[in-house]
C-alpha cells in the first residue's frame, strides 16, 4: 500500500453553494484522487463567517461528482452520537456510489474550537476524550461491518442497532483516523486503513514537523507489529499545513520538495488546501494537478 502515491485536496465550506460545487468539480476534472471538508461548528478562525454543516455539506458534493473519493477531514466526535454517524457514512457511500472515506478524529479542544460554547455539549478531559474515542471508532467500525450490532461500552451503550441496506464498500468505507498522541495511535494501528497526521502549526519549521511525523510513523510501526498487524497495511496521510501549505504551489519546485519530504518517511497520501489564500498559485496548483502530479504516480 506504501508505493502507491495519492494526492487530496481540502477546502473549507464557507463560500456560497454554488462556488463550493464548481470547486469540487474542477477538483474531478483535474484528476485529484480525494477531496475532503472539515467538520466545525464554525470556522473556529473566523466563528463568525458563513460556514456550512460538514456531513450534511459532504452529501451535496457527493451527488455532483462522480469519481473522485471523498470525506472530512476529519469528522470531530463531540459533535456525534456514533451510530447516528455510522448511518450518516453508509447513507452518503450510497449517494456517491462507493467513494466515501470515513475522516474521524478525536476533535480539537474548547481551548482553539468555540463550538463547545455555542452548542452546549462538554468539553471533554483528555483521558475521557481518548476513551470515547476509541468507543466511537470501535462502534462506526462494529456497525457498518454487520447487519446488527450490540456495544456495551463506558461511555457509549448500543443495542441491537440494524445497518440496512449494508454500505456499498465491503466490508464497509475505508476509515481515516487522525491522531498524534500514542493513545490514540493505537487506535489507529487497531482500527483504521489511513493514518492522517498534519503539518504543525503555522510556526512550525518543516525540519519540525519531519521529525514529529517520523516518530509517529515509527511508533504505529512497533504497535502494528505488536498486535499482529502488517505495518504495509497502513496508509499514511498527511494534511499539509501551515506554512508549507503557503508555500506548496508558490513553485513546482516547493511542491516538489514537500512531496519527497514526506515520501522519504513511507507516507503515499499528501492532502493539500486549495491556494483561495493566494490566488496567484491557482494557476500553478492546476499545472501541478494536469502534469506534475500524472508524472509521479507514472514513477
Not at 495511535?185 to 521529525?211: C, M, Q, R, Y
Request: hydrophobic share 40%.
Amino acid at each position: 500500500m506504501r508505493d502507491t502515491m495519492r494526492f487530496g485536496t481540502i477546502v473549507l465550506q464557507d463560500m456560497p453553494w454554488q462556488e463550493l460545487t464548481n470547486l469540487w468539480q474542477k477538483f474531478e476534472s483535474l484528476g485529484f484522487d480525494s477531496t475532503w471538508v472539515a467538520d466545525h461548528f464554525v470556522n473556529y478562525a473566523h466563528p463568525t463567517s458563513p460556514w456550512f454543516e460538514g456531513w450534511s455539506t459532504l452529501a451535496g458534493l457527493a451527488s455532483v461528482t462522480s469519481r473522485i473519493r471523498i470525506g472530512t477531514l476529519v469528522t470531530s466526535i463531540p459533535l456525534r452520537n456514533p451510530a447516528i454517524l455510522a448511518r450518516q457514512a453508509l447513507t452518503i457511500d450510497h449517494i456517491s456510489n462507493g467513494r466515501l472515506e470515513i475522516g474521524i478524529g478525536a476533535g480539537a479542544p474548547g481551548k482553539i474550537d468555540p463550538s463547545y460554547k455555542m452548542t452546549g455539549i462538554t468539553d471533554w478531559p483528555f483521558r475521557e476524550r481518548i476513551k470515547r474515542f476509541k468507543e466511537q471508532v470501535e462502534i462506526v467500525d462494529k456497525l457498518l461491518r454487520n447487519t446488527t450490532s450490540s456495544y456495551n461500552g463506558e461511555y457509549y451503550q448500543i443495542e441491537d442497532a440494524v445497518m440496512a441496506p449494508g454500505p456499498v464498500q465491503k466490508p464497509r468505507p475505508p476509515l481515516t483516523i487522525a491522531a498524534h498522541v500514542k493513545e490514540s495511535l493505537k487506535i489507529v494501528a487497531e482500527h483504521a486503513d489511513t493514518w492522517n497526521s498534519f503539518g504543525g502549526d503555522f510556526g512550525s519549521p518543516p525540519e519540525l514537523i519531519v521529525e514529529k511525523t517520523r516518530k509517529r510513523s515509527d511508533f504505529l510501526d512497533k504497535y502494528c507489529e505488536k498486535i499482529g498487524r502488517d505495518p504495509g497495511s497502513l496508509r499514511r496521510s498527511l494534511l499539509v499545513f501551515g506554512a508549507e501549505a503557503n508555500n506548496a504551489f508558490a513553485s513546482e519546485e516547493q511542491f516538489m520538495e514537500i512531496v519527497e519530504r514526506y515520501r522519504a518517511l513511507g507516507l503515499t497520501e499528501l492532502i493539500f488546501f486549495y491556494p483561495f489564500f493566494a490566488p496567484d498559485q491557482i494557476p500553478v496548483f492546476e499545472r501541478i494537478a494536469k502534469e506534475t502530479i500524472p508524472a509521479i504516480r507514472s514513477l
